[in-house]
């Protein structure tokens, strides 16, 4: 029996994070109580080094991650070549991999290259995604700021002008809950790249790719055009009724995993509801709580990670386009721990297929085709 879509298959091991019961954690820490105290830079210790850092750790790896957030120049002379209206996960996974030929050695992936690598990616990531949309703004790439954490870094590097206590709490909590989740789509692709013993940046850029599609990562921008396509909360329950009569799916709803809702969707709806309120246009919180209303009622779903996050990237001021980049600042933590995880005890991924094609078939010479 196959299962399609892989559902329901435990299809390898891992120590980084779980799904049970609905509860998610992260090395068996709740995600509730890492958004309520914990720093992304904590986060990114405890997935690739097992065990929350001590003051020192801490210390020591927000350095790392300062010192490692410029970019090669080479790097930002592609970018400067992208064309203006190229779609900014295209770029971000062109950028990640071209990242890989400034590494001095590339294709290495032994344990001790390969977490170097995975820190420089974590510190270059949210470097390369603002440099992104200052470039094709037409605006200069503003300089990593020194000794910052990276939910300032970023926000200050995407605006040109410092952020301030509520955005960054707010972005710290974004990094938090995306930063790592179990075997989703984009982390298996990256652990069957790593699995062949690709290197760390090969797998990376598998798994970018993956995260593109609007049924993964790439639901959150079309939470947003959906959004502004209806325009008014009297409008969103007949938009959704229609939606849902044409058998058309409503983006950030429902998951493969939680089928009685995403434990980070309420991190999100709150931050969203208090954004919204200084924000001075409300009517998106308001619409995205109406939704949520509607589909519990329709349909039986429940909101997933995505969907109260295009909210919120939005009162951050963070363009429709560039919710998924902004996504993959956070999940390239995840994504290099699990490539880390996989070289540590590796074996081929390499599952079968059942065959369902036609069987016993003559070869037929061409002049007789047709
Ligand atoms: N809108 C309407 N109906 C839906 C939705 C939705 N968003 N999601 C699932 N359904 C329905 C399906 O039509 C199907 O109904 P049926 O049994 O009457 O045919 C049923 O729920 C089961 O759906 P499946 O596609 O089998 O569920 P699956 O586990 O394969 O899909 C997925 C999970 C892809 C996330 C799906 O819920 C979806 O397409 N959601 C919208 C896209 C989205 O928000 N993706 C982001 C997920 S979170 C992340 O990846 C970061």
Redesign the pocket.
């Given at each position: 029996m196959t299962a399609?879509?892989l559902?329901g298959v435990i299809a390898g091991t891992t120590q980084l994070s779980s799904i049970t019961d609905g509860v998610l954690t992260y090395r068996g820490i709740t995600i509730d109580e890492l958004t309520a105290h914990a720093s992304y830079e904590e986060v990114v210790h405890l997935l690739l080094f097992g065990t929350l850092p001590t003051r020192a750790e801490l210390d020591a790896l927000r350095q790392r991650l300062s010192d490692y957030r410029p970019l090669p120049a080479g790097l930002l002379s592609i970018l400067r070549g992208v064309p203006r209206d190229a779609v900014p996960i295209d770029t971000l996974r062109t950028a990640i991999s071209a990242l890989g030929f400034y590494e001095q050695r590339p294709s290495d992936t032994s344990r001790e290259v390969s977490l170097d690598k995975a820190i420089r990616l974590i510190a270059q990531v949210p470097t390369i995604v603002a440099a992104i949309e200052r470039l094709r703004r037409g605006l200069e790439p503003v300089s990593p700021p020194e000794a910052t954490d990276t939910a300032h870094a970023f926000l200050l590097m995407l605006k040109g002008t410092a952020p301030d206590e509520v955005e960054v709490e707010a972005m710290n909590k974004i990094l938090v809950l995306?930063a790592d989740?179990e075997f989703?789509?984009?982390t298996f692709a990256a652990r069957v790249a790593a699995a062949t013993l690709a290197d760390m940046h090969a797998a990376v850029t598998a798994a970018v790719a993956t995260?593109k599609g609007?049924?993964?990562?790439?639901?959150?921008a079309?939470?947003m055009a959906m959004l502004q396509e209806i325009g008014d909360v009297e409008a969103v329950e007949p938009y959704v009724r229609a939606?849902?009569a044409r058998?058309?799916?409503?983006?950030?709803?429902?998951?493969?995993?939680y089928k009685h809702g995403?434990p980070r969707a309420k991190w999100l709806r709150e931050m969203s509801r208090r954004l919204s309120e200084r924000s001075g246009e409300p009517k998106w919180y308001q619409m995205s709580a109406r939704m949520e209303e509607v589909?519990r009622r329709a349909?039986g779903?429940f909101p997933?990670?995505?969907?109260y996050a295009a909210t919120v990237y939005h009162y951050l001021g963070i363009p429709s386009d560039l919710m998924t980049p902004v996504?993959a600042t956070s999940r390239i933590s995840g994504w290099t721990a699990h490539i880390l995880e996989q070289y540590a005890d590796n074996r081929l991924i390499r599952p079968r297929a059942e065959y369902t094609g036609p069987t016993s078939q003559p070869w037929v010479p061409i002049e007789e085709r047709g």
């Amino acid at each position: 029996m196959t299962a399609r879509g892989l559902e329901g298959v435990i299809a390898g091991t891992t120590q980084l994070s779980s799904i049970t019961d609905g509860v998610l954690t992260y090395r068996g820490i709740t995600i509730d109580e890492l958004t309520a105290h914990a720093s992304y830079e904590e986060v990114v210790h405890l997935l690739l080094f097992g065990t929350l850092p001590t003051r020192a750790e801490l210390d020591a790896l927000r350095q790392r991650l300062s010192d490692y957030r410029p970019l090669p120049a080479g790097l930002l002379s592609i970018l400067r070549g992208v064309p203006r209206d190229a779609v900014p996960i295209d770029t971000l996974r062109t950028a990640i991999s071209a990242l890989g030929f400034y590494e001095q050695r590339p294709s290495d992936t032994s344990r001790e290259v390969s977490l170097d690598k995975a820190i420089r990616l974590i510190a270059q990531v949210p470097t390369i995604v603002a440099a992104i949309e200052r470039l094709r703004r037409g605006l200069e790439p503003v300089s990593p700021p020194e000794a910052t954490d990276t939910a300032h870094a970023f926000l200050l590097m995407l605006k040109g002008t410092a952020p301030d206590e509520v955005e960054v709490e707010a972005m710290n909590k974004i990094l938090v809950l995306h930063a790592d989740h179990e075997f989703n789509a984009s982390t298996f692709a990256a652990r069957v790249a790593a699995a062949t013993l690709a290197d760390m940046h090969a797998a990376v850029t598998a798994a970018v790719a993956t995260l593109k599609g609007p049924l993964h990562g790439g639901a959150n921008a079309a939470v947003m055009a959906m959004l502004q396509e209806i325009g008014d909360v009297e409008a969103v329950e007949p938009y959704v009724r229609a939606k849902l009569a044409r058998k058309e799916r409503v983006m950030g709803f429902g998951h493969r995993v939680y089928k009685h809702g995403d434990p980070r969707a309420k991190w999100l709806r709150e931050m969203s509801r208090r954004l919204s309120e200084r924000s001075g246009e409300p009517k998106w919180y308001q619409m995205s709580a109406r939704m949520e209303e509607v589909m519990r009622r329709a349909k039986g779903l429940f909101p997933n990670v995505d969907f109260y996050a295009a909210t919120v990237y939005h009162y951050l001021g963070i363009p429709s386009d560039l919710m998924t980049p902004v996504f993959a600042t956070s999940r390239i933590s995840g994504w290099t721990a699990h490539i880390l995880e996989q070289y540590a005890d590796n074996r081929l991924i390499r599952p079968r297929a059942e065959y369902t094609g036609p069987t016993s078939q003559p070869w037929v010479p061409i002049e007789e085709r047709g």
